[in-house]
């Protein structure tokens, strides 16, 4: 039988995640537009806290022992046990802290209210560390649409529940029980099929060896983490939770979708890279490759935001949000660096170069508390645009990092980014048209038809206005698969 290539696992494994990326993205998008009506600002505000504090003690659970199970080579079941151990650990130490200063804790980011929900989401970060040993072994067999049916399913269920909550009055609390539900769903199913029977290990040379690949890349992790939340850990503090709740909603149904999105990427893209981490010339071709292929996608994707920012808002948040137009195209000027910034992290982790993605966050973490301490005196705007210059500076100074690291110089990768975005010229006319119309349901609609029509003329009919590349190596690929479709 014949070998199936790394490219083939990619573009299947990248297939199935695709079709469950977009089913959950739909029922993400329906649950994010019931609580948007439900909820209030301070309910959105409060929540905002609550999972950034969560999240940097979460960062623990990322330990980066999934991401070892993954990259390891040769994997025992004695490696398993004593990565399952270790997960256990971390998650009785990390669950327990967070318990304990969750008073504290409160008090410092924003007020005493948010101690219980605290101490209640502390139990996710135990069952979160056993989750990540579950998945990476899912993770590594390619079976990637088995793992998006089960987050699938959990995000189902929990989202039925936290609207019923929500709309029986319960606050932010209805999205405090969708999160502790979803960790207790996913560990239950996640466990059943990865068909591993797990047992107590301490072994000192594995535990070395976990953690000379994982050791560094957690450490990156707490402070990909801290940047990441910074925003929100500082402006109960410098402005009001009501401020929060009113920045972080544009900025997290933006994330939503681009994380979603470029998690597809990432998935497929990791096991495959780590396959191939002794193949310098393999690496370097997968590097040019995606580059450009993610760029031009995230791009389109930003634009798609950024200019019927108006009509997204009124269908998925109500006409009570905006106001905060202004800041969500703010937010989406990041979309294509943080698309870069994870094709970044995945070759730093397929080449186990985790101690230099540590530095890479402390350049990052760095950048964005600058930024909010200058931002916050514009207000929430500000801190919206003074996060998205330092996420800029960020990416770009890590992906021309790694484009040296697979022989590519920093003005060819500079040029193939610039190059992956040639089709934006042809955009300029939208610019002009978004400023014009009015705001009303009519002036969206008729934004969001032209914005279609132009896509479709551009990418279908015209590629060599989007570039030779594109023509070359994309273009015939896509309209291969339409035509196969049709002929069917």
């Known amino acids: 039988m014949k070998k199936e290539s790394n490219t083939s696992k990619a573009i299947k494994g990248m297939s199935s995640q695709t079709f469950v990326t977009i089913v959950l993205g739909v029922v993400e998008l329906i649950s994010f537009s019931f609580m948007s009506r439900l909820l209030t600002q301070e309910d959105f505000g409060y929540y905002a806290a609550i999972t950034a504090v969560t999240a940097i003690f979460a960062s623990f659970s990322e330990t980066g022992i999934g991401s070892a199970i993954v990259q390891q080579k040769n994997l025992t079941q004695r490696f398993l046990n004593n990565a399952f151990t270790l997960s256990l650990l971390f998650g009785v130490v990390i669950s327990s802290l967070l318990f304990v200063l969750a008073g504290p804790l409160s008090r410092a980011v924003a007020d005493e209210s948010m101690k219980v929900p605290l101490m209640l989401i502390s139990g996710t970060l135990l069952i979160n560390c056993l989750i990540s040993v579950n998945t990476s072994i899912i993770h590594r067999r390619l079976e990637f649409l088995r793992l998006g049916s089960i987050r699938l399913f959990a995000l189902i269920v929990t989202t039925l529940v936290a609207i019923f909550l929500a709309y029986k009055g319960y606050g932010y609390y209805a999205i405090l029980t969708k999160a ?30 976990i953690f000379s690949f994982s050791g560094w890349l957690m450490a990156s992790v707490v402070l990909r983490n801290l940047a990441h939340q910074i925003d929100r850990l500082m402006m109960p503090r410098l402005l009001s939770i009501t401020s929060l709740g009113a920045y972080n909603r544009p900025k997290d149904f933006i994330e939503q979708i681009s994380s979603r ?10 096991p495959v890279l780590s396959g191939i981490q002794d193949n310098r010339q393999s690496l370097s071709s997968a590097f040019r490759r995606s580059l450009y292929a993610l760029n031009m996608f995230s791009l389109l994707l930003a634009m798609t935001i950024m200019f019927n920012s108006n009509i997204l808002i009124r269908i998925f948040m ?37 101690r230099q993605q ?67 010229i042809y955009f300029l006319p939208i610019i002009i048209l978004a400023f014009s119309l009015p705001s009303s349901w009519g002036g969206d609609l ?37 035509k196969s479709k049709i002929h069917k």
């Open 180 to 209: 502790i539900l979803t960790s207790v769903i996913t560990y239950l199913l996640s466990l059943y099929y990865c068909k591993t029977h797990f047992r107590l290990a301490l072994d000192k040379k594995t535990f070395k060896s």
């Open 358 to 424: 540590f530095y890479f966050r402390l350049l990052e973490i760095t950048l964005n508390i600058l930024s909010v301490i200058i931002g916050f005196k514009w207000g929430a705007l500000g801190i919206a645009v003074s996060i998205a210059i330092a996420n800029a500076i960020a990416k770009l100074i890590k992906i021309v990092y790694i484009g040296v690291k697979v022989d590519m110089m920093p003005r060819q990768t500079l040029v193939r980014l610039l190059s992956s975005g040639r089709f934006l």
């Open 446 to 482: 008729i934004m969001a038809g032209v914005f279609i029509l132009l896509v479709g003329l551009v990418f279908l009919l015209l590629p060599r206005l989007v570039g030779k590349e594109y023509q070359d190596e994309v273009y015939g690929k896509i309209m291969g698969y339409v």
């Open 261 to 270: 999105v470029s998690g597809i990427f990432d998935s497929a893209l990791f």
């Open 318 to 354: 109500g006409e009570q949000w905006l106001q905060l137009r202004p800041i969500m195209v703010v937010c989406t000027i990041s979309v294509p660096f943080n698309f870069n910034g994870r094709l970044a992290d995945c070759f730093l982790r397929s080449l186990g170069m985790t």
